[in-house]
């Protein structure tokens, strides 16, 4: 039975997204024939560029890296605009295949807590007998395929999915690097696919450039050097330890509070500052395409091509507090477990003792009062000094995000009182990433003082994670005046793929005697596909037309 499931997982994966994707971009295709809000743009200058005229419309302000690819495609299948969306459906479909990849890399790494030698691809390790984890990886990679932003732009002619796919290509080359010798040659993959990357959207820089860096460094730091969770009650104390023994504090998510982050900053700035020579190797190619990138800005005048004067940068900081209930909303089932802790110790013994095998509760504590009540100052000062409602988002009313913003106007209070909301979201979305260990007794568990390393068993996120994830999300959107939920496809992406499963195997429980699995998935799937169809069926038949513009069609659109 693990045999036929491990054989027929990723091509029944694959086939479901191909025909789901296929579905979608068939029914836009009849229904919305004729090139729709941004493509009015987007299609005329891919158009051009098929023909060999590379005149640029300066209503755009992202690279040509779209209109490249549908130029090297043109022999294939043309350039009209059924075309060129069909990129973007094929494009979404092999997202599936990485998603799949970079989640058993993970997993594999975590798992056996080993580098491998150059040549040995970690991906392809065969599981044991009653292993269903391959069944699990190939389950998150098909719910992050159905991710209903992602997925919705799948048969549209947006820069969305493309410059998805480019980063986690770049992100899979990282972990390649991670896991082998690296060299010369996944030196240059690495520059080159950050470059490709960036052909697609500016904000890339972070996700191809900061992330792997940030990641590199805490990898190189801690490859002869163990990292440890140890309180010490004394700062300076840690100071000394991170610069003379280059020791890092870094914990995992379960055992970490909000200090653990600031600690590990601390810390790995002190033991990177001990070793520079170190720091250095492992980020040569990040380095490289960071001062590449700030060669074309210094070219160009800005960091944006076409009309600068339409997406001027600025200081939005709002964005990371928009980010959590975005999350929270598309990732409800993920985030169940830890909203019914509280009502577990209220449910009949057999019962709690079986949600504590099955969802892991015990796993969560309540958060302390400081970190709400600072977050939620910190949150009531930011909306106050430094909300923005930008031009074009009150000018759109196809846009749900317009509605959003629209009732935030008109009752001022809400954008106030939504600050408590964020910090549940943000708080529920951290603890989504605690190891779900099952059958675990978390009851007896107490923080021990202990080190780790990258041979720790058992953490499928740290807190370094936590950190950069949060510094690559925040330089990339806290620039952008503009609320887009497409802006935070690939913050969510990331974190979704370091989201742990709870084990899974053919072996009976005790409880049923049945094969446990991560129900999670399911749920989620279940979830994604309803937003999905949702959203469709008002794009395709709830539409409007405005006074200014009889006869013409308009639909809503994230």
């Known amino acids: 039975m693990s045999s036929i499931l491990q054989t027929w997982a990723l091509p029944v994966g694959l086939t479901t997204i191909v025909s789901l994707t296929v579905t979608w971009y068939n029914y836009v295709s009849r229904q919305v024939p004729e090139p729709y809000l941004d493509e009015f743009f987007h299609v005329p200058q891919a158009q051009r560029y098929c023909i060999g005229d590379y005149s640029w419309d300066p209503k755009i302000t992202t690279p040509p890296g779209l209109y490249l690819v549908s130029k090297l495609c043109k022999p294939l299948i043309g350039c009209e605009t059924s075309s060129l969306r069909l990129l973007n459906a094929q494009a979404l479909c092999i997202i599936f295949i990485l998603s799949y990849y970079i989640s058993r890399v993970l997993r594999l790494r975590n798992d056996s807590g080993q580098r491998f030698h150059e040549g040995q691809d970690i991906a392809r390790r065969d599981p044991p007998a009653e292993d269903l984890s391959f069944v699990l990886d190939v389950h998150c990679a098909l719910n992050i395929a159905l991710f209903p932003p992602l997925f919705f732009f799948s048969a549209l002619y947006y820069t969305d999915v493309m410059s998805t796919l480019a980063v986690l290509l770049a992100y899979s080359a990282f972990l390649k690097r991670s896991t082998t010798d690296a060299g010369v040659t996944t030196d240059a993959v690495a520059v080159v696919l950050g470059v490709i990357s960036l052909l697609f959207r500016q904000t890339n820089i972070f996700w191809v450039a900061v992330f792997p860096a940030g990641l590199a460094v805490v990898d190189a730091l801690k490859a002869n050097t163990p990292s440890t969770t140890a309180r010490r009650e004394d700062f300076a104390s840690i100071l000394r330890e991170s610069w003379g023994e280059g020791i890092i504090r870094d914990c995992s998510v379960q055992d970490a509070g909000p200090q653990d982050i600031v600690l590990f900053l601390t810390s790995i700035v002190v033991a990177a500052m001990r070793r520079p ?16 990138f700030a060669g074309f800005v210094a070219w160009n005048g800005s960091v944006v091509l076409g009309d600068k004067s339409a997406h001027t940068a600025t200081i939005h900081l709002p964005q990371m507090l928009y980010i959590w209930p975005y999350i929270a909303f598309f990732s409800v089932p993920l ?9 577990v110790p209220l449910l009949p013994s057999q019962v709690r003792e079986m949600c504590d095998y099955y969802l892991n509760t015990s796993n969560y504590g309540i958060p302390t009062t400081l970190v709400p009540v ?78 780790t390393n990258d041979r720790a068993h058992g953490q499928p996120c740290q807190v370094s994670f936590i950190a950069i994830w949060l510094v690559t999300t925040a330089l990339s959107v806290i620039t952008a005046p503009l609320v887009e939920p497409r802006y935070f496809i690939i913050p969510w992406i990331i974190w979704r793929l370091h989201v742990p499963c709870i084990p899974a195997s053919l072996s009976t429980d005790r409880y049923s005697g049945k094969t446990t699995y991560d129900m999670r998935l399911v749920f989620e799937t279940v979830w994604l596909l309803s937003i999905i169809t949702v959203v469709s069926y008002i794009f395709l038949y709830r539409t409007f037309a405005w006074p200014s513009e009889p006869g013409n069609l308009q639909r809503f659109i994230w």
Not at 277 to 292: E, F, G, Q, S
Not at 376 to 392: D, E, K, W
């Open 277 to 292: 020579l170190v720091i250095l190797k492992v980020a040569i190619p990040y380095i490289t395409l960071l001062l590449l």
């Open 374 to 451: 600072l977050f939620t100052i910190c949150g009531l000062l930011v909306v106050y000094f430094n909300t923005i409602i930008h031009p074009y988002t009150l000018a759109d009313n196809r846009h749900y995000v317009f509605y959003v913003f629209r009732i935030i106007r008109l009752y001022p209070a809400l954008k106030y009182l939504a600050v408590p909301v964020y910090y549940i979201c943000a708080w529920l979305t951290f603890q989504s990433l605690a190891s779900p260990s099952i059958g675990e007794d978390l009851f007896k568990g107490k923080r021990e003082d202990r080190p």
């Open 335 to 343: 985030l169940a477990r830890p909203l019914i802790r509280p009502v």
